[in-house]
């Protein structure tokens, strides 16, 4: 374990840039003194920011780049043209050349992932990476995954999704064995796509040692958090994040609609604004801010490209528990021992 | 166009049975007086039930139906054990048999498809059911479709959920041409599953008289109210329709709870009750109940199986618009423009 944990930023990410991501930093470094920090970016606009946070500026170095990946570009055509030279590329890099334990971008999903796959390998058993992300729930937090990284999965790889979402709900929830469950339309056995009936299957078999496989969840078993981590293959995840987002958001304008719509109303809004606070402290998406990418032999975190300060710490912070606590160590092991009770060769065995 | 519109009703469907499917039925009569019933299920517990309405009662017969599907009884076994028996199979027989112009049933929704679809016909040009459902948004509403019916779908099944659901939403929504975008997890052309793309390739080659195609939509698509027609394969489309739920019902918990956390946010809450019951009214599920099975050669209506008498009434009355209206003839008008221009036989020109 390294003395410091060492973040490298993609100072250019996100809706906001480094005016956003050098203050998220230092909010981070003053809960965790055990941090260091390299800046990917446009130098000019990055030092004296950095320099403006003193603390922060002991322990951090900027690196300029001339590219900066925009949140619209496409990851084929960013990965293309802006290889080797952008933030991006650069912040993932120094993981790869082992100058930092963690890289984290507020980007253009699709590109980080893109480049990811390209400058970093794939973990040993795993041929296909994954998005995880913490959801909030009615019982507090549940980890999804995945939430769009591989369209389409097999069997195998839905076993390989449920070892890594567990191996990471053991570290961001501190529990020994967490429950799991594989998303279907439906909680009968017998329903369903045929390769989440044969991973149901295949981990009622296993019994692994660090995951309690509970079966079949569906859609709203998310929301009211009945297990700690939902497995669902990429494209489906995606559309339940996504839905869920929009649900959300149209919630809220029903809400600030109706409240605003007499002086009874808005009179109630200010009786009740302790009350209005704690529900969007709960519903408040910084808290719950970076997705880990999983299956790469490296720490990639994915922040949110609208999140302030705030939400940016909350991604660095995951990126640091995740090398605190050893996430690659703890997939591995549960991947070898996993392979081990399976009898086929590691290159084959969890992916196909 | 029949004089007055026939429904066929499961009574003992959902999780209320006669006293709430009876009840709602002399709603929807009340308010349209063209409407006729019959009932199916344990005469002895609807005869009196239907009395005690006697407009209802002028317009109604009751067949007696031994069986009732439990809600918790598995589709296969349904099937097996209820057919030609259950209060289901006789609802969805009456319109086979040419008796009721509209089957209307809140019992479980797999063994309802499970009948349906060996009870009645599949149209031509169509080989598998949909189940599409109108969806609340900040826009107003939409309707989304598969919900569920059929799990997977070639490019050639979601052009014909688009012609499906296109119909529809002329009906319910008075529209000349409803716009309509395909489910995908980005609305880059490049993203995506392969027969989602083909399928998007189709729609805007075909430029279809009565669908104004927008290509691809996300998640938060829906609940944005982006397009009129939201098309989907069976798992996603059920996927989100869960996850959506699930973050409705949770964000009602969470304001619950928030408001009942003091006392001023307890008076607060009732100077903005009636902000409240507006929200409510808009979040009504009971507003938006009537899932249309589509693609079958028959009106099937499938009214949630919590329901009240005023979800149910909604439910009879989309069944009722669906026949006013002539949903059928019009799929299977577009059905067939379509494949005339596609060159290929009826048979496999819109399923393969």
Chains 1, 2 share one sequence.
């Not at 990055?46 to 900066?68: C, E, K």
């Not at 604004?273 to 402290?281: G, K, P």
Request: glycine share 10%.
């Amino acid at each position: 374990m390294p003395t410091s944990v060492r973040i490298a930023l993609d100072a250019m990410g996100g809706d906001h840039g480094p005016e956003v991501i050098v203050p998220g930093a230092a909010l981070a470094l003053s809960r965790h003194r055990d941090m260091s920090f390299i800046f990917f970016g446009d130098a000019q606009r990055v030092t004296p920011l950095v320099a403006a946070h003193p603390m922060l500026a002991a322990v951090s170095s900027i690196r300029h780049a001339d590219i900066a990946i925009r949140m619209d570009d496409k990851p084929s055509q960013a990965l293309r043209t802006c290889r080797r030279t952008s933030s991006m590329w650069l912040t993932i890099e120094a993981v790869k050349k082992g100058e930092a334990d963690v890289a984290c971008s507020a980007g253009n999903t699709g590109a980080l992932m893109a480049m990811a796959k390209v400058c970093l390998h794939m973990m040993p058993y795993i041929d296909r990476p994954a998005i995880a992300a913490i959801w909030p729930t009615m019982r507090g937090e549940s980890l999804v995954l995945d939430l769009g990284a591989t369209i389409g999965a097999d069997a195998q790889h839905l076993v390989a999704l449920a070892i890594m979402g567990s191996a990471m709900a053991r570290i961001v929830f501190a529990l020994e064995r967490p429950t799991l469950g594989l998303l279907n339309i439906g909680t009968e056995e017998a329903k369903g796509l045929e390769e989440i009936k044969t991973a149901s299957r295949i981990l009622r078999e296993a019994a692994l040692p660090n995951l309690d496989y509970r079966g079949f969840v569906e859609g709203d078993d998310i929301g009211k958090g009945t297990v700690d981590v939902v497995v669902t293959e990429g494209f489906a995840g995606n559309i339940a994040l996504k839905t869920a987002e929009g649900t959300a958001k149209q919630i809220a304008a029903y809400l600030r609609q109706a409240l605003g719509s007499s002086l009874w109303s808005k009179l109630g809004y200010l009786l009740a604004h302790r009350a209005f606070a704690a529900l969007e402290a709960k519903m408040d998406p910084r808290k719950v801010n970076g997705g880990v990418f999983l299956g790469l032999d490296g720490v990639v975190i994915k922040s949110h490209g609208g999140s302030d300060p705030i939400g940016t710490a909350r991604a660095i912070e995951i990126g640091y528990e995740m090398v605190k606590d050893e996430l690659l160590s703890k997939i591995q092991e549960a991947l070898a021992g996993h392979a081990s009770t399976q009898d086929v060769p590691p290159a084959a065995s969890l992916s196909s």
